[in-house]
């Protein structure tokens, strides 16, 4: 049952950093957040938001005196908080979208949630992967029953390739940052918020990792519906810096990316989703992707969580933020998805 009447909302024309035609201007309300929640409450079991002691004390011996949770979102199905959209994305398809399938491109983890929505709603889905992809990502999508078309050396020209595609096969190109998909990343925040506050914690603040920035735009939706005296912290690699310089900026700027966090490895800010952050997320932090190591080791060794490099870089980036940080603080582990040289450089070091 769809949550969204799409004769009411644009919702489906394409967004992208190049373009604003449509999708950008419209509004994303609580109202929309809370219906998303109800659907994908119904596929998806809410993620444990756990204190490690052991973490503590390895984040103290660095100079960090805040009390930190971590928000399990790895442990979802397909590994990651994606899976969200993906199924918020199911229970809003248009008949076009039913009738001609999904095309989409993805690195990885926005692959598999538009591949684990397209199976719920049996209808057919094509993820273009750049060559930069891991290995495991793509395997995970095929197994999801997609089709999985590799092309290019970066997202952005995975994401070209996409929209060719669709074009040629009559498939619906579905934006990473499509406002179905960012609404249901934005549960996780719902979720997280009704936690602390059952658990009588308010949140000082909340560490997110950015690429293409629908998970911090859905935090920064949440919080100023539940918790205005939140902060909200975005954390991205240094080594893919097209958000960070976008939201510094006030416009679409493109960036190179080699980081090696596969999750965050985006060229370009995307205008939805940087118009939401405008003005509603209070810092935006870079960090390295040795930071990024140095966290997933933490995580593993001290918090029994293997982490992704895009899953660990919010705590890198409560790390990088020393002594400054302060009170009780929610860091969105976001994704499980570590590659088989992934997990054999962290176990070296
Ligand atoms: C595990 C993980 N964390 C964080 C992110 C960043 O999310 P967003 O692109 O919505 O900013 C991604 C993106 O794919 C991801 O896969």
Same mark, same amino acid.
């Given at each position: ?14 967004? /992208? ?38 973490? #503590? ?5 660095? =100079? ?15 590994? /990651? ?19 001609? &399938? ?18 719920? !709603? =049996? ?7 750049? =060559? ?38 009559? &498939? ?15 549960? *996780? ?14 949140? #000082? ?5 950015? %690429? ?27 080594? !893919? ?19 090696? !966090? /596969? ?5 370009? %800010? ?18 390295? #992707?040795? #930071? ?14 293997? *982490?992704?490099?895009? =899953? ?22 976001? %994704? ?12 070296? !070091?």
């Amino acid at each position: 049952m769809p949550s969204i009447d799409p004769a009411d909302r644009n919702y489906w024309t394409d967004e /992208s950093s190049a373009r604003d035609d449509g999708a950008v201007s419209i509004e994303l309300t609580y109202v929309d957040i809370t219906r998303a929640a109800e659907v994908v409450a119904r596929e998806l079991p809410a993620t444990p938001l756990q204190a490690h002691p052991l973490l #503590d004390l390895a984040l103290r011996e660095r =100079g960090i005196a805040a009390d930190v949770v971590i928000k399990h979102e790895h442990v979802l199905p397909t590994g /990651s908080f994606k899976v969200r959209g993906g199924v918020h994305l199911a229970a809003t398809l248009t008949e076009p979208e039913r009738a001609h &399938g999904l095309v989409t491109c993805s690195t990885g983890n926005h692959a598999q949630s538009v591949a684990y929505g397209a199976r719920l !709603a =049996g209808v057919r889905a094509t993820v273009v992967m750049p =060559g930069t992809a891991p290995a495991v990502k793509r395997d995970a999508v095929a197994a999801l029953g997609a089709e999985v078309l590799v092309r290019g050396a970066s997202l952005g020209e995975a994401a070209e390739a996409a929209r060719a595609h669709a074009a040629s096969s009559g &498939g619906s190109f579905i934006c990473p940052t499509d406002p179905r998909i960012v609404l249901g990343h934005a549960t *996780a925040y719902g979720e997280l918020f009704g936690q602390a506050a059952a658990a009588g914690t308010p949140l #000082d603040a909340v560490l997110v990792p950015i %690429g293409s920035g629908t998970g911090a735009a859905g935090a920064c939706l949440v919080r100023d519906a539940l918790a205005p005296g939140c902060r909200i912290i975005g954390v991205q690699s240094a080594a !893919a810096p097209a958000g960070w310089q976008s939201w510094r900026s006030g416009r679409i700027e493109q960036a190179p990316s080699t980081t090696r !966090a /596969s999750g965050l490895a985006t060229t370009t %800010g995307y205008e939805l989703t940087q118009r939401l952050l405008r003005g509603r997320l209070d810092d935006f932090l870079l960090v390295t #992707d040795d #930071d990024i190591d140095t966290a997933a080791r933490l995580l593993a060794s001290r918090a029994h969580t293997l *982490a992704e490099g895009a =899953g660990a870089a919010a705590l890198a980036g409560l790390i990088a933020s020393g002594p400054g940080a302060r009170g009780l603080v929610a860091v969105m582990c976001t %994704g499980a998805n570590a590659s088989a040289d992934e997990i054999a450089r962290l176990a070296a !070091a």
